[in-house]
């Protein structure tokens, strides 16, 4: 089963306008990071935020982390069409591994 | 320095038929990973190496094979082929897990008729 859920699912804004994506999991974490996926291509890592950080900033990238509510959320702020990917979420719960999210599709119009 | 290669890009196999995917970094990086990537469902660990000479199961196991002879290579098997395993399949390093990113290849298209 997935440990993270991005919500929503899918996202469509102006070119300039802040992009919100968040994510929810189950179980307590060391640690939450994003990833960018551009059509066809691999992963790229974004940011990574402890379970003890509450926000952490990026360049345009902005990500919050609430444990209490096994939540997180990233803000792209002035988006560019070039943000246009797949954004996932993934969470290390100290097993060694990843646990990654559906995903989230943002599309940024001209 | 290329990061994270596969070998193929893409595949057609026939049902029951079997291939090897190759995974190389040259990051000096201690683990590796093999996911699936499925439309709707995410990135899904098939297996992991924490070292040379070392794989574990990840969350859908069944049906691949793993191997890490030498730390820059791991190979992720099919020993007979089924629909199911109609994919897009990622491979990924990274130093340790613990506040490590995780470095992906380009992906391979697997399609298995």
């Known amino acids: 089963s997935q440990q993270g859920e991005e919500d929503p699912q899918a996202l469509s804004i102006q070119e300039g306008e802040n992009a919100t994506m968040n994510c929810s999991y189950k179980t307590s974490i060391n640690n939450l990071q994003w990833y960018r996926q551009n059509s066809g291509r691999g992963l790229v890592h974004l940011i990574l935020?402890?379970?003890?950080?509450r926000e952490k900033h990026s360049g345009r990238l902005r990500v919050t982390l609430d444990t209490s509510k096994k939540s997180s959320s990233l803000l792209i702020t002035a988006s560019r069409a070039a943000d246009t990917a797949s954004y996932f979420c993934?969470?290390?719960?100290?097993?060694?591994?990843?646990?990654f999210g559906t995903g989230t599709r943002l599309k940024v119009l001209a | 320095n290329a990061g994270v290669t596969q070998t193929p890009k893409f595949r057609v196999l026939k049902t029951g038929q079997s291939m090897t995917l190759l995974c190389a970094q040259d990051?000096?990086?201690?683990?590796m990973y093999w996911y699936r990537q499925d439309p709707g469902m995410g990135l899904r660990l098939i297996h992991y190496?924490?070292?040379?000479?070392?794989?574990a199961k990840g969350e859908v196991p069944d049906g691949y094979n793993v191997s890490r002879l030498k730390k820059q290579n791991f190979l992720l098997g099919l020993e007979s082929a089924a629909p199911s395993q109609t994919s897009v399949y990622f491979c990924?390093?990274?130093?340790?897990?613990?506040?490590?990113?995780?470095?992906f290849g380009p992906g391979t298209r697997l399609t298995v008729l």
């Open positions: 990051m000096n990086h201690e683990y």
């Open positions: 935020i402890r379970s003890n950080e």
């Open positions: 993934a969470t290390d719960s100290g097993t060694y591994k990843y646990i």
């Open positions: 990924a390093s990274s130093w340790t897990t613990y506040y490590n990113e995780q470095f």
């Open positions: 190496s924490v070292g040379e000479g070392t794989t």
